[in-house]
């Protein structure tokens, strides 16, 4: 079990720029989820996938963010035409099916936006 | 729907003392409850998780937790705080599907000082 890992660890770039992040899951888990967290407030949802279907998206979230899991396997978030609001660090969760699983949490992706 | 209050935003402590973290929640499902805790700039780390056994609960690092369904609390304590507590802790419940995120709901959090 080699945790939940997200690259890059920092992004910083330039208001309307595109940005990708990647979440390893661990590797026996179906769900996936996406947060975003700015400072000193909880993780906000965003996003959660079972296997590869997107099952959930908060209604909060802009048409400009969208996540993928092609496979089942890692995921990925995008942010187009990038805003300074948007700075935040970006967190990736799995778990397993079982009634009461946790959530285990990567170290996040944080994103500045200038 | 279901809702989680941490009742305190910010708890200050001794080093050596004892560590009380409230939180209250409401569900109307039987519920998973879980703290988590955050250091700064890293992710949220599990520390305990009660779904619906033993109603106290043991954690990492001496931290404890005990389910009061009378109270609707799932308060966080630990008998010693120690310099490498001070972080932010988040309660969390699931209170089955159907809620929105997976039926995940996240407190506001609070953030815990420890006094040398």
């Known amino acids: 079990d080699t945790g939940v890992s997200q690259d890059p660890r920092h992004k910083i770039t330039k208001r309307g720029q595109n940005v990708t992040f990647r979440c390893d899951p661990i590797s026996e888990h179906n769900r996936l989820y996406w947060y975003r967290q700015t400072l000193g407030q909880g993780p906000e949802f965003l996003t959660y996938?079972?296997?590869?279907?997107?099952?959930?998206k908060s209604r909060l979230l802009s048409d400009r963010f969208s996540a993928e899991r092609p496979k089942g396997s890692f995921s990925t978030l995008e942010i187009q035409r990038t805003e300074q609001g948007d700075s935040a660090m970006y967190l990736c969760?799995?778990?397993?099916?079982?009634?009461?699983?946790?959530?285990?949490f990567g170290n996040g992706t944080r994103l500045t936006v200038t | 729907a279901q809702s989680v209050t941490q009742l305190d935003s910010h708890v200050s402590v001794s080093e050596g003392t004892p560590v009380l973290l409230r939180c209250n929640y409401s569900s109307s499902y039987s519920p998973s409850l879980f703290w988590y805790v955050q250091h700064p700039n890293k992710g949220l780390q599990l520390l305990l998780k009660?779904?619906?056994?033993?109603?106290l609960v043991k954690g990492i690092n001496g931290f404890e937790a005990e389910f009061k369904k009378s109270e609707t609390s799932f308060h966080l304590t630990k008998p010693s705080a120690h310099m490498s507590d001070a972080a932010e802790y988040f309660c969390?419940?699931?209170?089955?599907?159907?809620?929105?995120?997976?039926?995940?709901?996240f407190g506001k959090g609070t953030h815990l000082i420890i006094q040398p």
């Open positions: 996938f079972q296997n590869e279907a997107q099952l959930e």
């Open positions: 969390v419940v699931r209170g089955g599907s159907g809620g929105g995120a997976d039926g995940l709901t």
């Open positions: 969760a799995s778990r397993s099916d079982e009634r009461g699983s946790p959530l285990h």
């Open positions: 009660y779904t619906s056994a033993a109603t």
